[in-house]
């Protein structure tokens, strides 16, 4: 759209008319959001920069506008009505608050189809003096003035529009400055300054009223100042000290040298870093020392000793250390004890078993011998019976009784240790080992994995009678599960 216009600006007569309709003005220019801004980093300094590039680019297209006003305007003294009516709506669409361009076109579409064209314009301009006088006797300075100024606008050279408009805008500008007047006596700075800028917009070359607004401006900040100080304390006296700093920023922004915004600052920050140092030291003897050197950080944040801070998690760093090289060790003598209790166990287990061997050892002695016995007995009652017959006989019959008497103590007492001294001894000893293991599992509960142990146990020597009557017990308890 601004390059159309630029086009118009350059083609004299109605080729100017020949543009589009106005569209979305926006896209004309680069989205500077989206710019890479290089080094700078903060979002501040980004917003700072686009709202620069955004004041660059408004400058631009209103001087750009102002040339292509100057050719409809241009238009309108030569009587093409209809052609300055098309371009002061394009400026419009691009900028509502061009005014200059809105009287313009209300003067184009009274004057449009007009035949006697100078005589109209002269018409319609003094017709617009007449009305500015009309709201002047009134009273109404502000509408008179603005008929005023369109007569101006539509005719510079019109001498009685220019007086009265000069006239009209003083008269206003003195009203303003009275009222403002009355507002600082009052001490209500605010509106005051808001009167006396009006005042000043209409009259730039107001006697004495720069200085007042300087020594209203600084009473404004003083007193904007002052009341931010209060609120400050306010939420300091409650506790929020953080608050308060930000309102305290605020102040020295604006007055950098505000030496009660300064100290009250000094004082909360010296006093927040008295209670991180604080909370910091309540951690380190709870041996929290990642939060107490957190503390200590924060407290340098806000104007803590930063040497004093560095010994402080110097000395956290170093109790750190201690706790580790204590965990560590606790750990190791932990691990120990558990490996010495797990060797006691084994050993009281082994112990135990060999006890328990020993019983089952002299539990079955008895029944041994009195088999032998009676396997003696057998063959000297046979030796008897045979006592009739010749003494060769006789020996030969107590020799074979004897016999008998020795092959069935033999038999009775060799039926186990046959299966022994078939079984070697490395496998015993493992057999026993395994037994150990099951005695060690059952005692501590885990009456699956003692049976299996059992099991092999019995599997490398049938005649472990240990681990057989091991097995029957779990039998006997919980059966095939």
């Known amino acids: ?161 220019m007086y009265w408009l000069r006239k009209a805008r003083k008269e206003m500008a003195d009203e303003h400055f009275r009222r403002g007047e009355r507002a600082y006596r009052q001490h209500r700075l605010r509106e005051a300054l808001d009167q006396w800028y009006s005042a000043l917009v209409l009259n730039p070359r107001y006697p004495r009223l720069s200085g007042m607004i300087a020594k209203a401006e600084a009473e404004a900040r003083e007193a904007d100042s002052n009341e931010k100080l209060q609120t400050a304390l306010n939420l300091y006296s409650q506790g929020q000290t953080v608050e308060s700093l930000r309102i305290l920023d605020t102040v020295l922004e604006t007055g950098p040298g505000n030496s009660k915004a300064i100290k009250l600052m000094a004082e909360i920050r010296s006093e927040m870093a008295g209670q991180h140092v604080a909370q910091g030291r309540q951690y380190y003897e709870g041996k929290k020392y990642n939060e107490a050197i957190a503390e200590w950080k924060k407290a340098v944040a806000f104007g803590y000793d930063s040497r004093a801070a560095d010994q402080l998690v110097a000395r956290a760093k170093e109790g750190m250390r201690r706790e580790e090289t204590a965990t560590r060790k606790r750990v190791e003598l932990a691990k120990r004890r558990e490996e010495d209790q797990k060797k006691a166990q084994e050993e009281e287990a082994l112990r135990v078993a060999e006890e328990e061997k020993k019983k089952a050892a002299l539990a079955a002695k008895p029944g041994a011998e009195g088999g032998a016995t009676a396997a003696a007995a057998s063959g000297a009652a046979a030796g008897a019976m045979a006592g009739s017959g010749a003494a060769t006989g006789s020996g030969a019959a107590t020799g074979s009784g004897a016999a008998a008497g020795s092959g069935a103590a033999a038999g009775s007492g060799t039926a186990v240790p046959a299966a022994t001294a078939a079984t070697s001894v490395d496998a015993q000893r493992s057999s026993q080992q395994h037994y150990l293991s099951g005695v060690i599992y059952f005692q501590k509960g885990d009456y699956v994995k003692a049976r299996d142990e059992w099991t092999l146990a019995l599997q490398l020597d049938p005649s472990n009678s240990d681990a057989k009557a091991g097995l029957e017990r779990i039998e006997k308890l919980y059966g095939g599960r």
């Open 1 to 161: 759209m601004l390059m159309l216009l630029l086009a118009a600006v350059a083609l004299p007569g109605r080729a100017q008319v020949a543009a589009p309709p106005p569209s979305d003005t926006e896209g004309l220019f680069l989205d500077m959001s989206k710019v890479n801004l290089g080094t700078i980093t903060s979002e501040e300094d980004k917003q700072r920069y686009i709202y620069t590039i955004q004041l660059e680019k408004a400058r631009i297209t209103r001087k750009t506008l102002k040339g292509v006003y100057e050719n409809a305007f241009e238009l309108y003294q030569k009587g093409e009505f209809e052609a300055a009516k098309e371009l002061t709506s394009r400026i419009l669409a691009i900028d509502p608050t061009f005014e200059d361009a809105a009287i313009l076109r209300r003067a184009s579409e009274e004057l449009r189809g007009a035949k006697k064209v100078h005589y109209s314009e002269r018409k319609l301009v003094d017709g617009k003096f007449e009305e500015g006088m009309a709201l002047y006797r009134q009273g109404r300075l502000v509408e008179a003035a603005g008929r005023w100024e369109e007569a101006v606008k539509l005719s510079p050279t019109n001498l009685k529009a």
